[in-house]
C-alpha cells in the first residue's frame, strides 16, 4: 500500500486513526500459527487472521498494519484488537514497540521434528526458496529462527508476555481458549471452530493444506516424521529448540504448555 491508497482509505475510514490494541504472534513456519490466527481473527474484537510480511518500527507500523488489513478487508469493522504474526527473522521489530503499552506479544514454539519434516514437504518442488526443502535448508531457517525469537524476548521489558507450546492446541482446544480469553481480557471467549476467511488457504498468507479450510481443529495424523531427518540434525534442533523454550518460558506471565492439558 502506498501513501496515497492509504490517505484515500483514511479519508473514507477516518475511525482507522484512533488508536487500537495489537496483538503480535512471534513464532516460526509450520507451528500452527495459522490455526490460533483464525481462532483469534474469528472473535468479534480481533481483526486479522494472516500473516502480512512487514515490521515494526514504529506506532506508524501500527498503523500501517490496520490500513493493509482494511484495504483488503474494506467492509469489516474497526475494532479493538488488531493481530499479525512474524515468522521471519527478516521482518524486523523495534524494542521499544515490542514493549509498547499498545502491543501485547505472544510467543509460540512447535517441536523440531514436526516442523522440519514439515518446513521440508511444504517446500518441495518449489522454485521459491527450494533451499528449504532440504534437511540443510529447513534446520539453518529454523535454527536462526529461534535465535531470533530469543533476541526478541531478551528485550522484553514487561510483565504480560504470553508463551503456548503449539502442540497444546491439540490437546484441549476449549481449556486453551478459555485461558487465552482471559489472558487477553476479551469479553467473550475465543470460538474453538473458526470462520474461513477471504484470504484463508493461499499462498504466502499462512498455511496453503486443505487442513485450514476444516474451520476446526483436526487432531494430529500420527505419522512419525523422525525418518525425514538424519540424527545429527533432530539432536541439534531439539538442543536449540529446549533451550529457546526455556528462555522463552522465564520470560513469560501466562503459558500455556502441552503438559498442561490432557490430550483429546
Known sequence: MN???ALKLLARRPSLLRPAGHLLLFSHMRAKTSLLSHLLGSHPEISGYYEMHIGYYSPR???????????????APATRLYFDKILHNRHRVHHRLLNASGVRPIFMLRSPVETLSSIMRLYKGRAHDGHLATEEGALGYYLQRLDGLVDL?????????????AEALSRDIGAVTQLLSEALGLSMRIPTEYQIMKLSGQVGRGDS???????????ESGESYSGDLSSGAVSMAESH??????F??????????????TSG
Open 3 to 5: 501513501d496515497l491508497e
Open 241 to 246: 529448540y529446549d533451550s529457546a523454550r526455556k
Open 209 to 219: 493444506s486443505s487442513r485450514i479450510l476444516a474451520g476446526k481443529v483436526l487432531p
Open 61 to 75: 507500523s501500527l498503523l500501517k498494519a490496520r490500513l493493509l488489513f482494511h484495504s483488503l478487508h474494506p467492509d
Open 153 to 165: 524476548a531478551g528485550a522484553l521489558q514487561r510483565d504480560d508476555v504470553l508463551y503456548i507450546d
Open 248 to 261: 522463552l518460558l522465564s520470560r513469560a506471565s501466562v503459558a500455556l504448555t502441552q503438559d498442561a492439558f
